[in-house]
T-cell receptor, first 111, second 118 residues
Framework: GENVEQHPSTLSVQEGDSAVIKCTYS??????FPWYKQELGKRPQLIID?????GEKKDQRIAVTLNKTAKHFSLHITETQPEDSAVYFC??????????FGSGTQLTVLP | DTGVSQNPRHKITKRGQNVTFRCDPI?????LYWYRQTLGQGPEFLTY????????KSRLLSDRFSAERPKGSFSTLEIQRTEQGDSAMYLC????????????????FGPGTRLTVL
């Protein structure tokens, strides 16, 4: 089955700095790569996603890059704000037609 | 609220008891998913439905677990003879996906049911 690895598990940045979270996957047939943000006690919410026919996608302060050859993708958050503090999960939709999630990154933005 | 809803939000039960959770997806969403999330981990896939058909089950879904979506709308997840290891957050998600399953679309998550087995 699909194997998704996410790094780092914790990340602290100063407000205004950038944050980068990386994920690798194993199934070369994977075609959809969403990122979810989960605040404590709340449901996961999609913040950005990318499909396998695109290398990069940006939405305001958030961007995702995909390297299909290397089978890794990254989340980039610029100009971080305290409200960006949360757990971020990458996920991969592969040939198994289900989402496999990474283990999460606890992002803390220090004021 | 037109989002995914789940009931109950919390369930405390004694080991050996049966529990049932309900998920109401976003109307017109044809796919419904069940996940389990334990503290500090990402959601783990359990099973999903395309309309009323259960198309896939994870190996995590032991024979004590059963899920239904009888009319292709709401779904129930039942756990029989609960064990302490079943304690987790059970998340439901729905999506609008083509029948071929190609190009999966955003999965919208419900608030989850937190199960505690004593």
């Amino acid at each position: 089955g699909e194997n998704v690895e996410q790094h780092p598990s914790t990340l602290s940045v100063q407000e205004g700095d950038s944050a980068v979270i990386k994920c690798t996957y194993s199934d070369s047939a994977s075609n959809y790569f969403p990122w979810y943000k989960q605040e404590l006690g709340k449901r996961p919410q999609l913040i950005i996603d990318i499909r396998s026919n695109v290398g990069e996608k940006k939405d305001q302060r958030i961007a995702v890059t995909l390297n299909k050859t290397a089978k890794h993708f990254s989340l980039h958050i610029t100009e971080t704000q305290p409200e960006d503090s949360a757990v971020y999960f990458c996920a991969v939709h592969g040939s198994a037609r289900q989402l496999t999630f990474g283990s999460g990154t606890q992002l803390t933005v220090l004021p | 609220d037109t989002g995914v809803s789940q009931n109950p939000r919390h369930k405390i039960t004694k080991r050996g008891q049966n529990v049932t959770f309900r998920c109401d997806p976003i109307s017109e969403h044809n796919r419904l998913y069940w996940y389990r999330q334990t503290l500090g981990q990402g959601p783990e896939f359990l099973t999903y439905f395309q309309n009323e058909a259960q198309l896939e089950k994870s190996r995590l879904l032991s024979d004590r677990f059963s899920a239904e979506r009888p009319k292709g709308s709401f779904s129930t997840l039942e756990i029989q003879r609960t064990e302490q290891g079943d304690s987790a957050m059970y998340l439901c998600a729905s999506s609008l996906t083509s029948v071929s399953g190609l190009g999966d679309n955003e999965q919208f998550f419900g608030p989850g049911t937190r199960l505690t087995v004593l």
